[in-house]
Nanobody, 120 residues
Framework: QVQLVESGGGLVQPGGSLRLSCVAS????????MGWYRQAPEKERELVAV???????HYRDSVKGRFTISRDNAKNTMYLQMNSLKPEDTAVYYC??????????????WGQGTQVTVSS
């Protein structure tokens, strides 16, 4: 089994910053893509940013220039540095990992989510 633990969410004023972390542990042979998604109340879950095993990165347009995704492969950890936060960034942020387990089976996992609230 694989566990994903997210941290770093919270309440921040507009213009502020937060750094989210996602640590993957368990039956992990290798990790392909890692990504951050978010879901605001009464809205569908949407992709925020994704980073591949080769460090290819994609951001949704609304966060380009403000958010930075990165990963530490040695620690099976992914980060999302969020700067210049706006109220519309308020959502539950989810970590998603696409990996091979020790049986060489490919699986996709979700974290439990961390709340990010941007408000004055």
């Amino acid at each position: 089994q694989v566990q994903l633990v997210e941290s770093g969410g919270g309440l921040v004023q507009p213009g502020g910053s937060l750094r989210l972390s996602c640590v993957a542990s368990g039956s992990i042979f290798s990790i392909y893509a890692m990504g951050w998604y978010r879901q605001a109340p009464e809205k569908e879950r949407e992709l925020v940013a994704v980073i591949s095993s080769g460090d290819s990165i994609h951001y949704r347009d609304s966060v380009k220039g403000r958010f930075t995704i990165s990963r530490d492969n040695a620690k099976n950890t992914m980060y999302l540095q969020m700067n210049s936060l706006k109220p519309e960034d308020t959502a539950v942020y989810y970590c998603n990992v696409d990996l091979l387990n020790f049986l060489k089976l490919r699986h996709n996992y979700w974290g439990q989510g961390t709340q990010v609230t941007v408000s004055s």
